[in-house]
């Protein structure tokens, strides 16, 4: 299990997201086009699992810095509307 998430944490350093996306569509088409052999078939399973991992942390990532802008923007019209001086929470 270890060796596992070595290698998903090596893929995630070294694979971005869009070189990550784009490997995954081309398992997932030679998987829909048939024609390999079932051991061929399950490795390209594995493989495409894998990818999908490192894109869904890549977008979670992506969504926690999007989510923390917008919570950093947010704070910043809170100030601004009482004034910068912080009271304005308080009286809620």
Do not use: P
């Not at 060796?3 to 694979?15: I, N």
């Not at 869009?18 to 490795?43: M, P």
């Not at 490192?54 to 977008?59: A, E, M, N």
């Amino acid at each position: 299990m270890a060796d596992q998430d070595t290698a998903e944490t090596a893929d995630q350093d070294t694979l971005g997201y869009e070189q990550a996306r784009d490997e995954l569509i081309d398992v997932v088409r030679r998987l829909e086009a048939g024609g390999s052999t079932l051991e061929e078939s399950l490795a390209l399973w594995e493989r495409g699992e894998e990818l999908a991992r490192v894109c869904r942390r890549w977008l979670d990532g992506a969504r926690a810095r999007l989510d923390a802008a917008l919570a950093r923007e947010d704070g910043e019209e809170g100030d601004a509307e009482d004034g910068g001086t912080g009271e304005g929470d308080a009286a809620s």
